[in-house]
T-cell receptor, first 114, second 113 residues
Framework: DGGITQSPKYLFRKEGQNVTLSCEQNLNHDAMYWYRQDPGQGLRLIYYSQIVNDFQKGDIAEGYSVSREKKESFPLTVTSAQKNPTAFYLC?????????????FGPGTRLTVL | EDKVVQSPLSLVVHEGDTVTLNCSYE??????LLWYKQEKKAPTFLFMLTSSGIEKKSGRLSSILDKKELFSILNITATQTGDSAIYLC?????????????FGQGTTLQVKP
């Protein structure tokens, strides 16, 4: 079954802690993306990667970090520097990362900072 | 600054009603417009629109793009409770062919029995 998986589904952390969200895809897609979704604000791009070992900042990268050591994996670390980390995080992938590609989304991780 | 605006932000209808969701955009170097349906988890792809005036249709859902007036509409006829979801509109600019999407705020549709 091809698709995108994200784990965990729900995550709780205390203030001041770093936490890493997992995103894996077996679609053989080159490009992967991380979005943050807040109520009433739609999706905002955090980071994206069009190829292994390369990634670019999106619109709201501050307080986040990523790595892309393998084609199928694109983990996101939410650091203690992120001021308002409580949100729904969505990972997506697309075939080549070009403007004509459709992005496919994972089921998301809901992060709550206590 | 590029932006995508959806309206209404929320909508409550009864089964059998027809709804029209709006998406307007101001984006430099427009490439295409996408509609997604999000039911609590992963947004699922509905339509990609690139040309004006050509309706895309899938069952009770249809969508059309107007590149002159810079908007798109998503129509749902004979709504069912299973249509309840957030409908997201996103625009793809030709931004160095990165595939970056600019999303609107989403329209939350609730269909009551």
């Amino acid at each position: 079954d091809g698709g995108i998986t994200q784990s965990p589904k729900y995550l709780f952390r205390k203030e001041g802690q770093n936490v890493t969200l997992s995103c894996e895809q077996n679609l053989n897609h080159d490009a992967m993306y991380w979005y943050r979704q807040d109520p009433g604000q739609g999706l905002r791009l955090i980071y994206y990667s069009q190829i292994v070992n390369d990634f670019q900042k999106g619109d709201i990268a501050e307080g986040y970090s990523v790595s892309r050591e393998k084609k199928e994996s694109f983990p996101l670390t939410v650091t203690s520097a992120q001021k308002n980390p409580t949100a729904f995080y969505l990972c997506a992938s697309s075939m080549y990362g070009g403007s004509t590609d459709t992005q496919y989304f994972g089921p998301g991780t809901r992060l709550t900072v206590l | 600054e590029d932006k995508v605006v959806q309206s209404p932000l929320s909508l409550v209808v009864h089964e059998g009603d027809t709804v029209t969701l709006n998406c307007s955009y101001e984006v430099t170097n427009f490439r295409s417009l996408l509609w997604y349906k999000q039911e609590k988890k992963a947004p699922t792809f509905l339509f990609m629109l690139t040309s004006s005036g050509i309706e895309k249709k899938s069952g009770r859902l249809s969508s059309i793009l107007d590149k002159k007036e810079l908007f798109s509409i998503l129509n749902i006829t004979a709504t069912q409770t299973g249509d309840s979801a957030i409908y997201l509109c996103a625009v793809v600019p030709w931004s160095g062919n990165t595939g970056k999407l600019i999303f609107g705020q989403g329209t939350t549709l609730q269909v009551k029995p």
